[in-house]
């Protein structure tokens, strides 16, 4: 059974930065592509970043920029390096497989951003 825990998330001023990580357990990490998504307060969970196992990257257009999605293989663990952030990246942080996901999810990590 995959386990994810996300970490790293607080609460930072507009224009600051944040790096969160999610230790993966209970599966082969390295084979699948990963993504970190994000939930609002009243609205779905979208997807803001991706990476395949060779490392390639994508980004939804409202992280452009901003965030780095990485990974360590080894380590079964996958970050998101938040810079530049905004009010509206508040939300609770959550990676998965990516597009299809685990059945299961993490806790999630909150990251609050103050105007």
């Known amino acids: 059974q995959v386990q994810l825990v996300e970490s790293g998330g607080g609460l930072v001023q507009t224009g600051g930065s944040l790096r969160l990580s999610c230790a993966v357990s209970?599966?082969?990490?390295?084979?699948?592509?990963m993504g970190w998504y994000r939930q609002a307060p009243g609205k779905q969970r979208e997807l803001v970043a991706t990476?395949?196992?060779?490392?390639?990257?994508n980004y939804s257009d409202f992280v452009k920029g901003r965030f780095t999605i990485s990974r360590d293989n080894a380590k079964k663990t996958v970050y998101l390096q938040m810079n530049s952030l905004k009010p509206e990246d508040t939300a609770v942080y959550y990676c998965?497989?990516?597009?299809?996901?685990?059945?299961?999810w993490g806790q999630g990590t909150q990251v609050t951003v103050s105007s």
């Open positions: 998965n497989r990516a597009p299809e996901t685990f059945v299961s």
């Open positions: 990476i395949t196992n060779s490392g390639r990257t």
């Open positions: 209970g599966s082969a990490f390295s084979i699948y592509t």
